[in-house]
């Protein structure tokens, strides 16, 4: 009959013990003054605001309840376009960035016309206002009449990634560049082609490296949908705008922009973990 050897697990020392004991106290105490002192400092933000001579008037315009509950069905079902833009948008934006990255990455002289093309173009549209840019897609290009009649909305998103696909493409191409040659030499020498190389050792490796600037760009995008109004779609800002007009109140602007925190805020929670996860890994020497 055979044993199976047990694996013996050695009791920590007192000195580990009382390390560990100390550890967790003070991860208490430093807990316990965060909180306090956060609490301090929102109490003394909160007095100087209300008792400043303008407060009452500021509260009425801004932080009524019962326009916010009248605005709030609208302005949620705004939001729902807010949402679907958002979507296809960020879509558009992957394909087309990586499309712009790979162009003006590369190198041969017969590509020459192509990077020269993409790289005016990604100066063009990180120097151009997306607002500038809504008026020129969303009124400049229905106007040539050669384009079928699509909604407002269509042509925001349009205009959305324009803008964008130039600022997430630059991410890119600098994590592209940041994988050291020696693994496209070693891929290139397992036999793989150029196309093989871009999309299975450089393109994960690059995106690996900027992954926390992606997603800020994607958090930056998701507040500019709201843009979309100055073409006419009823999204949430449009919506509070109309109640806003209705009820003489900037209620329903607050309300909005609470909605745009609420969706906004697990891409910037989840944006801060990968960040703090890269850090970790750089730190302990591991590959990024």
Do not use: C
């Not at 929102?42 to 019962?66: C, I, K, M, Y």
């Not at 040539?144 to 909305?153: D, T, Y």
């Not at 800020?216 to 007009?245: E, H, P, T, Y």
């Amino acid at each position: 009959m055979t044993t199976t050897p047990t694996t013996v697990v050695a009791a920590p020392s007192e000195i580990e013990v009382e390390r560990r004991l100390y550890r967790r106290q003070r991860g208490r105490r430093s807990v316990a003054v965060s909180i306090v002192s956060s609490l301090v400092v929102v109490a003394l933000v909160w007095v100087g605001v209300v008792n400043t001579p303008g407060w009452a008037a500021v509260q009425q315009s801004f932080f009524d309840p019962e326009t916010a509950v009248s605005a709030f069905p609208d302005i949620l079902l705004g939001l729902w376009l807010n949402v679907r833009i958002l979507f296809f948008a960020s879509i558009g934006v992957a394909v087309f960035a990586t499309l712009l990255a790979v162009v003006r990455g590369l190198r041969s002289p017969v590509a020459f016309p192509l990077r020269l093309l993409a790289t005016g173009y990604t100066d063009l549209f990180r120097g151009l206002p997306l607002i500038i840019v809504l008026y020129l897609v969303g009124y400049g290009v229905p106007g040539l009449g050669v384009f079928p009649r699509f909604p407002a909305e269509v042509w925001g998103t349009i205009a959305i990634i324009l803008t964008y696909s130039s600022y997430v493409a630059e991410v890119l191409r600098a994590g592209m560049e940041a994988v050291h040659p020696s693994q496209r030499l070693a891929a290139r020498s397992l036999g793989l082609s150029h196309a093989q190389t871009l999309r299975l050792v450089v393109l994960p490796q690059g995106l690996r490296k900027v992954t926390p600037a992606l997603m800020n760009d994607f958090v930056s995008m998701q507040k500019d949908v709201g843009l979309v109004s100055i073409l006419g779609a009823v999204d949430a800002v449009r919506a509070a705008n109309i109640a806003q007009a209705e009820s003489y109140d900037f209620t329903p602007y607050f309300v909005a922009g609470l909605l745009f925190v609420l969706i906004s805020l697990p891409l910037i929670r989840l944006t801060d973990a990968l960040a703090l996860r890269q850090q970790r890994r750089e730190q302990s020497g591991g590959a990024v």
